[in-house]
């Protein structure tokens, strides 16, 4: 592996485990609850998440230039959520702009399956062949639109490995509660948890990426989970110890409790 290309996946996933934070939802679905001002959003997260996985126009209008963490630029759109078809993508960003912002990678959607997947993996192909050039990862989002019934093992694990064969250099896929070390164990390439809909409890949360990481996955790629709790700081703090210190759910629970404690107490003062 180039020195570059080293370099870089190092500073996203220090000592192999990564806690990256997602605002790009606003690429599709608009102006979205909890990141009407994004930039406020995060930046209370920044200190227990190793990067931003945000577009370049949330990056440049929001995002205050004088942060250290790593950006994962969104580089694949043109669809909305209103749209016929989520999966109809185009790549949305040269390897030019990703150098121009910063960016440590980039992050495109592939859609195995719909009418869109030749398009969208020639998306991840395409990107795959310009990053190379330069040391800068790619990573590949098994995405699946508005079909959550697709989220089990046997499709995952078909998305996460055509996305490793065709070159990514890291998977963003689903976690599904059966099978999932199979998804993993069929990726030659790191893979890394979505959040998919929010969850009810913050246990819940707790528990799906705790058996992600003892099934194989080496971090997560979570957003709505965290910044859309009532407590997103307690929850990122337990997350983090989760990924980065291996603590098991309980001990997480503690790290949830205590912390959001300490904030109602500093809100009270």
Partial sequence: MDWGMENRLNQLMPGGKCFFMPIDHGYFQGPTTGLEKPGETVKPLLPYVDALFCTRGVLRSAIDAAISKPIVLRASGCTSIIGADLANEEVTTSVEEVIRVNASAVGVSVFVGSDYERQSLKNLTDLVNDCEDYGIPVMAVT?????????????????CRIAAELGARVVKTYWCDKDFDKVVRGCPVPVIMAGGPKCETEKEVFEFVRDGMQNGAVGINLGRNVWKTPHPVAVAKALQAIIHENVSVRGAEEIFKESKEKDGLVGVQ
């Fill in 143 to 159: 995405a699946v639109g508005k079909e959550l019934e697709k989220r089990e093992a046997r499709y995952l694990g078909l998305c």
